[in-house]
DNA sequence: TTGAAATTGAGAATCAATCTCAAATATGGA
DNA sequence: TCCATATTTGAGATTGATTCTCAATTTCAA
């Protein structure tokens, strides 16, 4: 399913169809949660496929276009991404103690947010909430 | 003020007040909107002062856990920050067109954010929102 | 099957950010 | 004021994610 609206978006850009294009796209899609593009690219090598890195991140930033798969966070130490088909649109918190990520979808939020654009004249495409703060589990330890 | 504020974070965790951090608070505050820090670092050596890129990239780092800078995005071509101390809290639209920002706040939003965060047990600190899409001149020109 | 155009990959390049460590400095006490 | 010492500074090196280069390979419409 994925890979039908990946090719139909290649071809409506000229751009062709490749194993390497469909290897990662597939490797993608093996992730439940988010990833970063390095161990995308380890774990292409690991089951014998092939693709380079630069690929791995050609074909990341084409996914994103496409709008198949999102960036969840850009840290210092890279950046993270998710897919998005098949999974619901969610924002995300990020625990500073131990690093864990809670996601949430809210209705209330993305037509408040459709709302703030309306008054500002402005077109939203996508957006990225991340709360930062203390989990649950963080919380406790603290005291 | 913030120079009261950033001498006490600093004597409070056994940390020197030095000309540096000085300058360097000063210049961050001489901005209105939005910087980089190496606009900063340059904006520092033009009025003859000194501090060099190391102090720069460390002192930021000090201000923003002592709360008086955020960060306020994070691009391929580097961290935008603003200070927050004197202006109050807002979020942001960015535009894909044109890269121009449009900053916002909504009551409604901050108090819905909190009680998602109460739902998931969660004790938010600070929140990013970054809204992308075409502003009103680049809906414009599309058409 | 053919050929123009697109893509790939190994390694180089880029560039923001951090690190190194010897020299300079801040600070609390004598 | 002077001292002792822990902290900070800065020039340049290093890191690391990401992009770029370009010759060789592959795609795909005709
Ligand atoms: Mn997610
Ligand atoms: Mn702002
Ligand atoms: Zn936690
Ligand atoms: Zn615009």
Redesign the pocket.
Known sequence: MEKKIFNKF?KER????????AVILQKTFSYHGHF???SLYLRIRETGL??????V???L?LLCECGLIERVT?T????LYEHTFGHGHHDHMLCIGCGSIIEFYSEDLERLQDNLCRKQDFKGVTHTLEIRGYCKRCQKNKK
Chains 1, 2 share one sequence.
């Open positions: 290649l000229g751009q062709r169809v490749t194993k390497e294009r970063d593009p390095e092939k693709a380079s890195r630069a690929s991140y050609r074909t930033n850009k210092e130490r890279g950046t």
